[in-house]
């Protein structure tokens, strides 16, 4: 038996699931700053734009971030279940 059967996520994907939380966490921290930007401009008649960009792009990067752990952790569960069908073919 491998070595890789026993871990539940396998090494070469940790790095990806790194990477997803921390766009997704980058994203939520932008996503609270724009929060507190729009209260701090709230009495202005027009919000700067850089509010706006910065509220879309976190909002982009949440579901980039969402969206990838959920593929990546998707991955992960098929080729551990493609190669559970393997072993139980070759075994029996």
Same mark, same amino acid.
Not at 68 to 79: C, D, E, P, R
């Given at each position: 038996?491998? &070595? *890789?059967?026993? %871990? @539940?996520?396998? &090494?070469?994907? %940790?790095?990806?699931? +790194? @990477? !997803? +939380? =921390?766009?997704?966490? $980058?994203?939520?921290?932008?996503? *609270?700053? =724009?929060?507190?930007? #729009?209260? +701090?401009?709230?009495?202005? %008649?027009? =919000?700067?734009?850089? +509010?706006?960009?910065? #509220?879309? /792009? !976190?909002?982009?990067?949440? #579901?980039?971030?969402?969206?990838?752990?959920?593929?990546?952790?998707?991955?992960? @569960? /098929?080729? *551990?279940?493609?190669? &559970?069908? %393997?072993? $139980? @073919?070759?075994?029996?």
């Amino acid at each position: 038996m491998s &070595d *890789a059967k026993g %871990k @539940a996520i396998p &090494d070469g994907y %940790k790095w990806w699931i +790194v @990477a !997803s +939380v =921390t766009v997704l966490v $980058a994203s939520l921290v932008m996503f *609270a700053s =724009t929060v507190v930007a #729009g209260f +701090v401009y709230f009495t202005e %008649k027009a =919000t700067p734009v850089w +509010v706006t960009v910065l #509220g879309v /792009l !976190s909002v982009l990067g949440i #579901g980039v971030g969402f969206g990838g752990l959920f593929l990546i952790l998707i991955i992960i @569960a /098929l080729n *551990a279940r493609r190669n &559970d069908k %393997k072993l $139980a @073919a070759e075994q029996g």
